[in-house]
């Protein structure tokens, strides 16, 4: 129930469907001042804009240090002392980065739940995973005693934890790695938030493991309708999940677009790069002849953010002088945003019509159902 | 062309008293200008099976050949003259430098302790670390200065200092970024193709094992429960476990999502403290029959190359 408290002007904003998108951030930056003011200052985030709708899910895709857990982290207003934030974010209407502390922290604790890549620390060892939850009813919803942990069970059950009574008992040590991710999920739900922001939620499990979680969360959107912003360093996992798919680059986003456009077609050549290493399958030779001796490689590192002209320009094989000189505005292209001069040139790239990674196996053919395993027992 | 051989591998461990038997009855081999790819869940084994396997753990069963010449005997002692054949590289390369030395002297010390002079042992880490792409003035840096990246390259360099035939990677590429993964992946191809070395590439990431391995082994328990060609495996992945893995990895189709429907592997990695009766997958296989539960599974062969460890393994191959 979207809990619009105090009403903004335009009316009542506890409607069934709030004329507001569940997120919407602009010209975000976050700077992070050298803890011992000798080094420079790191520009994490250098302007950067987000919508979410209620029922999306939007995935930040980028290599390390590109700024997705700065922007993460400015969003859900946890990012350390050292650290400074502009521009605006919209949550349930308000403008939270313009409230007063405490109403931010109260507008945040409600719309916004947070998971990490490690389940462990964002569960407190010494309470109960039970106990934690039940606090987060208590805090935001009222919720108190009996009514709360039939609630919290409620919570467990919904992200597949199986024998909730028992499993409220438990710490978190005491729980395996996936267990503890979904009691993260459930917490993060307990508040009954419009967003939800993951951080590589899923990065630390075993592949089985990931599916099963990446799944659960799919479904949270689905069935709940709250915004799911999941932050990954694997395109592949984002075009999995995601309806729409921001790759990030020292600090900007360089494409925004649907998922499947953007993994047909890319508009960036960061994406095309990050594409190509990204994908699991075994690259081939272009005639499909035996196969190639090596991968794909995106040579050198990412350049600071706040630079002139094109970030990406010392890494790109299309790079002109001007694209050194001026840096290129985010303009729509094919159904989203891309921030490239050459952006339009770039589907006679080879490279990019027909990639250099192709499935060799069709993934119909390996799961258990399309290949008509016959029932169980006998 | 030396091959080493892992030869009935038992190993267990004592936790809280309790057995856990990590390793449980293993084969496998890596010849020299192949790339084997070891690939299971966290816990499955892996790790403690290429110890083993570069003797720097000793098995309880099991020995271990390198051609004709045993290198580690059923007593668990290791050959000492056949150790430089054999040379690992881990996970974590920050924690595998000795952060006082210089990244030259840490390259050079395999050189150093098998009583090459000063100079001498210098020109050969310039070259070891051209070798593996790195600029020969990080030689005078400390491990600290590097990126994961470079030092992990440096701990290839180091690796390949005794000349091995062989070198075991345990989960060499897991905490790097795609853009550094596919320079590492790159240099062990490289190192296969100019030089001839085998490599045992050990990973729990299917998607990155797809990528390299000319032979994969999937390993769940302690056991091998299929093995074979690159190719055959992944063409008719033939136990459920293996397809269970195969259906898990994001392939980059959108289409993943829309999946809904594909039956995801329940659970979770389960532990060796208490390993399931009959076939240790049981418990987890969708398509388990009553038999499964009392009658152990073992390899059995499916042409060309497949070792496959399923009852049902075969009806795999009618369906598809
Ligand atoms: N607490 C901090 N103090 C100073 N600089 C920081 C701090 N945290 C992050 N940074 C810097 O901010 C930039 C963006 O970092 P961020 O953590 O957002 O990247 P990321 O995209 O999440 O990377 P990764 O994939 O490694 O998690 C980097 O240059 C990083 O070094
Ligand atoms: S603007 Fe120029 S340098 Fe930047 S990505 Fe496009 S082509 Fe490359
Ligand atoms: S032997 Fe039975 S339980 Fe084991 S993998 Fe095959 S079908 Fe499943
Ligand atoms: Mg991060």
Redesign the interface.
């Known amino acids: 129930m979207a809990a619009g408290g105090s009403a903004t002007a335009g009316g009542p904003t506890t409607s069934a469907r709030p004329d507001h998108a569940a997120l919407e951030v602009r010209d975000l930056r976050v700077r992070y001042r050298s803890i011992d003011d000798h080094g420079p200052d790191v520009l994490a985030v250098d302007g950067i804009d987000l919508t979410m709708d209620r029922g999306e899910v939007l995935s930040l895709v980028g ?2 240090g590109s700024g997705k857990s700065a922007t993460l982290l400015a969003l859900a207003g946890l990012l350390p002392a050292n650290a400074s934030v502009s521009g605006s974010v919209r949550l349930q209407g308000h403008d939270i980065l313009a409230l007063p502390e405490r109403a931010r922290a109260r507008v945040r604790g409600r719309g916004i739940g947070m998971v990490f890549q490690d389940p462990g620390g964002s569960l407190t060892p010494v309470l109960t995973v039970g106990s934690l939850i039940d606090e987060v009813l208590l805090v935001h919803r009222g919720l108190q005693g009996a009514a709360a942990r039939a609630e919290t069970e409620a919570l467990l059950a919904r992200c597949g934890v199986g024998d909730p009574a028992r499993r409220a008992q438990a710490y978190p040590h005491q729980l ?4 503890r991710q979904r009691v993260a999920i459930a917490a993060a739900l307990a508040a009954g938030p419009e967003v939800i922001l993951a951080d590589e939620p899923t990065t630390a499990l ?7 979680v ?2 659960l969360l ?2 949270l959107v689905a069935d709940e309708g709250v915004a799911l912003v999941l932050v990954t ?5 984002a ?3 995601a309806d729409r798919i921001a790759v990030m680059y020292a600090g900007r986003i360089a494409e925004e677009r649907p ?2 456009e953007l ?1 047909e077609r890319p508009g960036h050549p960061y994406t095309v ?3 190509a ?7 081939r030779d272009r005639d499909g002849e035996g196969i190639q ?7 050198g590192r990412m350049a600071a953010a706040g630079g002139t002209g094109c970030s990406f320009a010392p890494r790109c094989p299309l790079a002109t002088d001007h694209c050194r000189l001026v840096a290129p505005p985010l303009e729509p292209f094919e159904g989203g945003l891309v921030a490239c001069w050459r952006a339009g040139e770039l589907a006679e790239w080879p490279g990019v019509e027909s990639p250099e ?1 192709e ?3 069709p ?1 119909a ?5 399309a ?4 029932g ?3 | 062309m030396t091959t080493l051989r892992a030869q009935g591998i038992h190993r267990a461990f004592r936790a809280s008293g309790r057995p856990v038997r990590a390793v449980d009855g293993v084969d496998l081999s890596v010849s020299s200008g192949e790339i084997v790819g070891l690939v299971g869940e966290s816990g499955c084994g892996k790790s403690t099976l290429a110890r083993i396997m570069v003797g720097l753990d000793r098995p309880d069963q099991g020995e271990v050949w390198l051609d004709d010449r045993r290198f580690v005997r059923p007593d668990g002692s290791v050959e000492r003259a056949l150790r430089h054949e054999v040379q690992l590289v881990f996970q974590d390369p920050h924690a595998s430098f000795d952060p006082r030395r210089t990244v030259g002297r840490s390259v050079g010390m395999p050189l150093r302790a098998a009583g090459v002079g000063r100079q001498g042992a210098r020109k050969r880490v310039i070259e070891l670390l051209e070798q593996v792409g790195l600029d020969p003035v990080l030689a005078d840096r400390l491990p600290s200065t590097l990126s994961g990246g470079q030092l992990q390259r440096a701990a290839i360099a180091r690796a390949l200092a005794p000349e091995p035939a062989i070198l075991v990677c345990d989960e060499p590429v897991a905490s790097m970024d795609v853009s550094v993964r596919a320079q590492i992946l790159n240099l062990l191809l490289d190192l296969r193709r100019e030089r001839g070395i085998g490599i045992l590439f050990v990973s729990h990431d299917l998607g990155v094992v797809r990528r390299i391995a000319d032979r994969v082994a999937v390993m769940y328990l302690g056991r091998i429960v299929e093995t074979g060609s690159s190719e055959a495996v992944w063409r008719l992945p033939r136990h459920p476990y293996t397809r269970s893995l195969a259906a898990s990895i994001p392939t980059g189709s959108t289409s993943w999502r829309a999946r809904g429907s594909v039956p995801r592997l329940e659970g979770e990695p389960p532990s060796a403290v208490d390993i399931p009766s009959g076939c240790r997958f049981h418990p987890r296989c969708p398509i388990a029959i009553d038999r499964c539960r009392v009658d152990d599974p073992v390899l059995r062969p499916f042409p060309p190359d497949v070792e496959v460890a399923c009852h049902l393994a075969e009806q795999a191959g009618d369906v598809a």
């Open positions: 290599e390390s395996s790695g996936g267990l075993d592949a089985t493991v990931q599916a099963q990446l799944d799919v479904g360093h694997d395109l592949a996992v075009a999995a999940v998922a499947g993994m790069a990050l594409r290493a990204a994908l699991p399958f075994r690259p001796e090596r991968l794909p490689e995106l040579r990674v499935p060799e196996v993934l053919a390996i799961e258990p159902q290949v008509g395993w016959p169980q027992g006998a």
